[in-house]
């Protein structure tokens, strides 16, 4: 089938986008992202059945009060017919831990059950609920970790034992191990100076018998940011980075620091990358589309695209 496109398949600020297939939305496709406040809920719920044109339905999150005014990267997984979404709650650059709201939908509204999954740790982003194939229910998440040859935001896995509990037994998956994964030189952080490193926005695709973590690395600010891949047996690891570096790379002049993915399957039955990228003039992070496509030596995606293009060209 022919799907023309051209990106940003949104014209709103819509960063850190998560799509699913949802068709009991009304809709074949949601997509819930950081942005601006809708009906006085977190996190506007668009909807699609092409993942080209969208529109927007409102607010997904009927905000908590007591956990900060900063909500971010959220992600839904479907359990036993509701709606689990998990994200991070904060001010700013501190204070973040990662919340669990449910829903009858999964276009909300979700309500927040009171619970901080990650109580021990000092700053955590970007949860991803994964489920294997057995049935365990995993979640991906960044954190602040200040030990190691590069320090800084970096991957860790938990196990869920219920939908709105850890384990308490997080693995690291990915550390720091390049340049481009800079977040800034001497910054100020817990007391102390570093060069910060920065791996966050965990995404796992189970394909082919191996597991792959697509998460995005350096600064959000900066066009260093890109998408990179680790590769393991089983969720738990051991991890290990695939590749030379980003496999999703700023293109001077027409793309600015694509990042934060999703990965769903596009109408079309191949896989398509979610994300977000700036403008040239870096006034908002929007939303885009391109091709994933599976080859013997990994993911390769054909992006990012600014041009009108096709998804379908990816061949499965």
């Not at 002049?253 to 990042?259: E, R, T």
Request: aromatic residues 12%; charged residues 20%; hydrophobic residues 35%.
């Amino acid at each position: 089938m022919s799907l023309p496109y051209r990106n940003p398949v949104h014209e709103g600020y819509f960063a850190d986008p998560f799509v699913m297939q949802a068709p009991s939305s009304g809709s074949r496709y949601v997509a819930i992202g950081t942005g601006s406040v809708q009906d006085e809920r977190a996190f506007e719920v668009l909807v699609s059945d092409d993942l080209v044109s969208w529109r927007s339905v409102g607010g997904a999150l009927e905000r908590p009060s007591g956990c900060g005014s900063d909500f971010w990267a959220p992600e839904v997984a479907e359990h036993d017919g509701r709606w689990w979404m998990y994200y991070s709650c904060g001010e700013g650059d501190v204070g973040h831990s990662l919340r669990v709201a449910v829903a009858d939908s999964p276009v909300g509204p979700y309500v927040d059950q009171g619970v901080d999954l990650t109580p021990t740790e000092r700053f955590a982003i970007d949860p991803h609920p994964f489920r294997d194939d057995d049935g365990t229910w995993y979640l991906f998440y960044a954190r602040d970790v200040l030990e190691g040859e590069r320090v800084g935001t970096m991957l860790a896995v938990d196990r869920l034992e219920t939908m709105s509990r850890l384990a308490g037994e997080p693995r690291s998956v990915l550390t720091p191990s390049d340049d481009w994964q800079l977040f800034l030189r001497g910054r100020q952080m817990y007391g102390q100076t570093y060069d910060w490193h920065t791996l966050e926005g965990p995404f796992v695709r189970h394909h082919d018998g191996r597991y792959w973590c697509f998460y995005s690395g350096g600064s959000w600010l900066e066009p260093t940011y890109g998408v990179g891949v680790a590769v393991a047996d089983t969720p738990l690891g051991p991890w290990t980075g695939h590749g030379d570096g980003p496999i999703l790379a700023t293109v001077p002049g027409q793309v600015v620091g694509p990042g934060h993915n999703s990965v769903v399957t596009g109408p079309h039955g191949a896989d398509v990358l979610v994300y977000h990228a700036w403008d040239v003039a870096q006034t908002a992070r929007r939303m885009c589309v391109d091709p994933l496509v599976w080859t013997e030596d990994g993911p390769r995606v054909d992006g990012p695209t600014w041009e009108p293009t096709d998804l379908e060209r990816t061949g499965g």
